[in-house]
């Protein structure tokens, strides 16, 4: 407004006192231009002045309103940049050839071998973007927000903005690149499109003792539900080289937001370590395991027996069984760690184990209404997955590690041969199980009674566990 308000003051005043001003000039100035040629010079760049505030809202009126409510979207800057410049071209033709009908301005840039030259050689870089601008808008190869690579640096990132100049793209440490629109135009870009399934693959390799067919299932499994990893296309799991010190595998999988696959990879990276680790799959480095080694000290983070005979003595229903009792389970149990978030139990599998937990926090979930609620949060110390050894009916629930998770698997003959000696444990286990169905049906809304519930149970795990 204060622009406006300004030029249109100077045009104002060097309109009004053009005469004057003449005169003026044509008694004070002694310089070899005619005082009138100087008025009309002062009139074109007032009027130019004038010209370009009057484009400069055009611009704001057609491209932030007009375009905007009709088709929705922002236009480009590109095209708003070339408005601007043609339309100012135009307006400033029309001014000079009014103001100096003897120039012909046209004839002057044409017949100019020299200022084409001149002006040819300076603007050679600057032409070279934009008209490579005007090509990438027009192709749209890329849009903003998809993740791209490109130039000779080999630069990857999210695309910010595409200019007359440069495309400006967010690189995964936060630094901004700006890639010249000419340079991008000669290179090969790689695309991956936000909208897109872009996929990626990761590399690890194993001990050729261990079996391909286990390993390529144990850690599809495991990479299937990890975070940010499409469901609509199962990973693919493949061996890709048989190396020096083992079989070189990749893993293909999908994106649901390419721009987070740093983090992606990284958690596919620790998803298999995990599975690898429950399925006692080994990863292969070029130093060689020592078995004499391994024989004479546990391995780093095992914990010894005695912690696992502390830990089971602890658990309640174990408390009244002997030391050789709690020993023998102690060596029967099995022991898993689990990441946070992963699924310990799924529900509506058969169960033919049930588990202590040694370390960490597991969430009991059933699906209401199509809805994951949280039953129960188990500690350290508790147990879980007896419902299912116990009656040999389907696990009643998901059990997901809330933390990273260690927990103790104790199987099916282990638990017989405890019931043998111990046939008080069949009742305290049928209080707890139908505790917990009792909890399971008042969420469903089906009442059944706790007391009824438990003898039926001590029925039905006796003659799941052939007891007498
Ligand atoms: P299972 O049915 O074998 O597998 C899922 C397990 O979740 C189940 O055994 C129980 O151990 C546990 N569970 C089910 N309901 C509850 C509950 N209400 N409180 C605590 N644990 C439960």
């Not at 897109?196 to 590399?203: I, P, S």
């Not at 395991?289 to 391995?299: C, G, Q, S, V, Y």
């Not at 597991?362 to 949060?377: F, H, K, L, Y």
Request: with cysteine; charged share 20%; aromatic share 10%.
């Amino acid at each position: 407004m204060v622009a406006t308000a300004i030029v249109a003051l100077s045009i104002y005043l060097i309109y009004g006192f053009a005469g004057a001003l003449e005169t003026y000039l044509g008694s004070h100035m002694k310089i070899r231009a005619s005082p009138d040629t100087i008025v009309h010079i002062l009139k074109l760049i007032s009027l130019a002045a004038l010209a370009y505030l009057v484009v400069r809202a055009f611009r704001v009126l057609i491209f932030g309103l007009v375009f905007r409510l009709r088709s929705g979207y922002e236009a480009p800057t590109l095209v708003r940049n070339i408005f601007s410049i043609v339309a100012f071209t135009a307006l400033f033709f029309i001014i000079f050839s009014q103001l100096f009908p003897a120039v012909n301005l046209g004839a002057l840039f044409t017949t100019s071998a020299i200022f084409g030259v001149i002006l040819g050689l300076a603007l050679q870089d600057t032409l070279g973007n934009f008209f490579s601008g005007i090509s990438l808008h027009a192709d749209r190869p890329f849009q903003v927000g998809d993740v791209i690579t490109v130039g000779q640096q080999k630069h990857t990132g999210v695309v910010e903005s595409i200019s007359w100049r440069a495309i400006k793209i967010r690189t995964f440490q936060n630094h901004v690149v700006l890639v010249s629109n000419s340079s991008a135009a000669k290179e090969a870009i790689e695309v991956c499109p936000r909208n897109n399934l872009n996929a990626r693959l990761v590399y690890f390799s194993a001990l050729y003792t261990d079996s391909p067919a286990k390993t390529i299932h144990v850690v599809r499994e495991a990479v299937r539900e990890a975070e940010n990893v499409s469901q609509k296309i199962t990973p693919i799991v493949r061996i890709r080289n048989l190396g020096e010190s083992g079989v070189e595998y990749e893993v293909k999988y999908w994106l649901e937001d390419y721009a987070r696959y740093n983090d992606t990879d990284a958690l596919v990276r620790q998803r298999i370590w995990y599975a690898f680790r429950r399925a006692k799959l080994t990863f292969c480095f070029p130093t060689r395991t020592i078995e004499l080694e391994r024989k004479l000290r546990k391995p780093p983070g095992e914990p010894d027996s005695s912690a696992l005979i502390e830990r089971l003595s602890a658990v309640d229903i174990f408390a009244p069984l002997t030391v050789e009792e709690t020993t023998t389970l102690a060596q029967a149990a099995v022991r898993h760690v689990f990441a946070q978030g992963e699924m310990v139990i799924r529900a509506g599998d058969a169960g033919s184990s049930m588990f202590v937990l040694h370390n960490g926090r597991v969430r009991v979930q059933v699906t209401e209404n199509g809805i994951p609620r949280t039953v129960a949060v188990l500690n350290e110390g508790d147990f879980f997955g007896e419902m299912a050894l116990f009656t040999g009916e389907p696990r009643t629930a998901h059990v997901v590690a809330l933390e990273e998770t260690e927990v103790l698997e104790i199987g099916h003959e282990a638990m017989k041969k405890l019931f043998d000696t111990n046939p008080d444990l069949v009742e305290s286990l049928s209080h707890i199980i139908a505790e917990r169905r009792q909890a399971l049906a008042q969420r469903a809304e089906a009442r059944t009674g706790p007391t009824d519930e438990s003898e039926g149970l001590i029925a039905a795990i006796k003659r799941f566990f052939r007891l007498s």
